[in-house]
């Protein structure tokens, strides 16, 4: 006869998986923020952006935001140089992160951690942003790591950033479930063999078609429906 002390420790084992958030369109409703003060910036360097750039761009890093705005506008600048541009310019702008948090993100990090599950957030802003939302919105406590995009060669659609958190984390890709709003972050999780999310945005549309599961707000989450997109029921 098996212990039941042995039998409570294998189904925890068997049980066990993280969640992994990205920041922009899923904790805070930041993408029509950020669009608005793009098209500031865009006029200022006096460029047309097409939808097919912008498309590629969103979930991404600065970089890879800036290469591919920089090869389709020929721009002389260095990538580097539009960076900080862009980056002063966006200082300038005092975003209140506290005012646009989804309703659903404390109630489902409260959940999630009480119920022991992992939680790691992986996001393509810089470390600055990360941290001024983790601040205004006091989220401390929540997450076991948190990971920048700027800290990475490759942007989403790579997986690196994700793969990199799920070690972190000390879960196996495979049970691990990224919760995004963009194609490029979807991808990368795919590639990454992670379960995907994805959570639609009212005002700005993304492909979401590779999601696992698709939503309409954090609200829809439980632990229960996280449990049956892991085992992919």
Known sequence: ???????????????????????????????????KMNEELFQKLNIRVSEEIRSQF???????????????????ESIEVLIKYQSDFFRTKNVRFEEIL???????????????????????????????????????????????????????????????????????????IVIEDSFNGLTAADRAGMKKIGIKHKQIPMDLS???????SLEEIDVVLLEKVIEGI
């Open 102 to 176: 989804f309703p659903g993100v404390r109630p489902l990090l409260e959940s999630l951690k009480r119920e022991g599950i992992p939680i790691g957030l992986a996001s393509s802003s810089d470390r600055e942003r990360i941290n001024q939302v983790i601040d205004q919105c006091n989220l401390h406590g929540f997450f076991k790591t948190v990971v920048s995009g700027e800290e990475f060669k490759e942007s989403k659609p790579n997986p690196e950033i994700f793969l990199h958190t799920s070690a972190k984390l000390g879960v196996e890709p495979k049970r691990c």
């Open 58 to 76: 969103i979930g991404g890093s600065a970089h890879r935001k800036w290469r591919l705005i920089k090869e389709h506008c020929d721009l002389t």
């Open 210 to 216: 590779i999601a696992d599961f698709t939503i309409s």
């Open 1 to 35: 006869m098996i212990a039941p002390f042995y039998v409570k420790e294998v189904r925890q084992t068997m049980d066990t998986f993280a969640v992994i958030f990205d920041m922009d369109g899923v904790i805070v409703d930041s993408e029509p923020i950020f669009k």
